[in-house]
C-alpha cells in the first residue's frame, strides 16, 4: 500500500498537497467547488494583529507564466479570523495552518499568544518575508538578527510544541543562511519561497502598473527558484521539514519540489485560474509517485541529492 501521508515537523497530514498562503483566504470560495478535507491542509491568508485594508489598486498584474501581486496583507486582523473564520474551518474536516504576520517583534509575541488558545491547529506559519510591506527594512527574512528575532519571539509565546514554521524570501544571498538562523530561533519546518519582489511598467502610461510600484511575483515563472532554494535548504539541513511552493501547476511541478526537498507542496496561484488545480494536481503526484516506484511520499523527499 502507498502511503501518500506526510510530516511537517511533529503535524501529520493525509496527503502533501495544501493550498499556498494568501491564494485561497480561509478556504470558504473553495469549498464550493470540493471538500477541503481531501486536501493534506488549508494554509490560510496571512493575518496581522489589526484590520487592515491592504494597499492602494491597481493591486495584480499579469506577467508571462506569472502574476505580480501588492495586496499589503489585506484582512480583518486576528481577532475577528479567530472568532469568524477558524470555527467555520473546524467544521470543514481539514487541517488548518495558520499563517501569522507582523510589523515588529512585538506583534508576532502578541499573534503567537493569541493563536496559541486555539484547538485543532496543525501548524503555524510565520511570515516573516511579506514582499509588499512600506520599507524593505521590514522584510524581517531578509536579515538574519531580525528573522532570528521574529522567530524567537514566536516560540517563547507559543509554547514548547506547536510546530512553528517560518516562511521565507528568495530575494537574498544566502537562503540556507536564513534557514538556519530561524531553526535554531526555534522554527521546526520552513515555507520556501515566498514571491519574488517584481515590477511592471505600463509602456501606455510609461509608468509602474502597480499602485504599490513593486510586487510579489508568483506563478511559474518562478518555479525554477523555488526548485533552487529547496534544494540548497535541504542540503544545508536535511532534517528540517520544507513546506514547498512557487509555481506548481501539475503533477510533475510539485514532484520536482519533493524531489528538492519538500515534504509538502502548497499550490497558489494556479487556483487562481483553476479552482480545481489543488485537487488535481494531488491526484496527479500520487499517480506519478506509484508510477515511478515509489512506496511512500518520505521516499520521494530530497531524493535528487542522491550520488547514485
Ligand atoms: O499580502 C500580500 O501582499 C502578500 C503577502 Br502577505 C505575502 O507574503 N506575499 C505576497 O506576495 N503578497
Request: hydrophobic share 30%; net charge positive; with cysteine.
Given at each position: 500500500m502507498f502511503d501518500f501521508s506526510t510530516t511537517l515537523g511533529s503535524s501529520r497530514f493525509d496527503n502533501p498537497i495544501l493550498t499556498a498562503s494568501g491564494?485561497?483566504?480561509?478556504?470558504k470560495e473553495l469549498s464550493q467547488f470540493f471538500p477541503?478535507?481531501?486536501?493534506g491542509g488549508i494554509v490560510t491568508k496571512s493575518i496581522m494583529l489589526k484590520p487592515r485594508s491592504g494597499?492602494?489598486?491597481?493591486r495584480m498584474a499579469e506577467t508571462p507564466s506569472g502574476m505580480l501581486n501588492?495586496?499589503?496583507?489585506?484582512?480583518?486582523?486576528?481577532d475577528l479570523f479567530l472568532e469568524n473564520d477558524i470555527p467555520w474551518l473546524q467544521t470543514q474536516g481539514v487541517r488548518i495552518v495558520i499563517s501569522i504576520a507582523g510589523e515588529t517583534v512585538e506583534d508576532y509575541a502578541v499573534l503567537a499568544r493569541k493563536v496559541r488558545g486555539v484547538s485543532g491547529v496543525a501548524a503555524l506559519e510565520v511570515n516573516i518575508s511579506c514582499p509588499n510591506v512600506e520599507n524593505r527594512g521590514q522584510v524581517f527574512a531578509c536579515h538574519p538578527e531580525t528573522a532570528r528575532a521574529a522567530i524567537e519571539a514566536v516560540r517563547r509565546n507559543v509554547g514548547g510544541d506547536f510546530p512553528i514554521i517560518a516562511k521565507l524570501s528568495?530575494?537574498?544571498?544566502d537562503i540556507a543562511g536564513i534557514a538556519t538562523e530561524v531553526v535554531s530561533a526555534g522554527a521546526d519546518g520552513l515555507a520556501l519561497i515566498n514571491t519574488v519582489l517584481g515590477m511592471v511598467i505600463d509602456?501606455?502610461?510609461?509608468?509602474?502598473?502597480?499602485a504599490g510600484k513593486t510586487g510579489g511575483l508568483s506563478g511559474p515563472a518562478i518555479r525554477p527558484v523555488a526548485v533552487r532554494a529547496i534544494y540548497q535548504v535541504h542540503q544545508a539541513l536535511p532534517h528540517v521539514s520544507i513546506l514547498g511552493m512557487g509555481g506548481v501547476s501539475n503533477g510533475q511541478d510539485a514532484l520536482q519540489l519533493i524531489l528538492a526537498g519538500a515534504s509538502a507542496v502548497s499550490v497558489g496561484t494556479a487556483t487562481f485560474g483553476n479552482p480545481l488545480a489543488a485537487v488535481t494536481i494531488k491526484s496527479e503526484l500520487e499517480a506519478i509517485l506509484i508510477n515511478k516506484g515509489f512506496n511512500s511520499t518520505a521516499e520521494a523527499v530530497g531524493y535528487a541529492h542522491r550520488a547514485d
Open positions: 491564494c485561497a483566504g480561509s478556504g477541503l478535507a481531501s486536501l494597499r492602494a489598486t491597481p501588492s495586496i499589503g496583507l489585506q484582512g480583518p486582523g486576528i528568495p530575494d537574498v544571498t509602456t501606455s502610461t510609461m509608468r509602474p502598473k502597480l
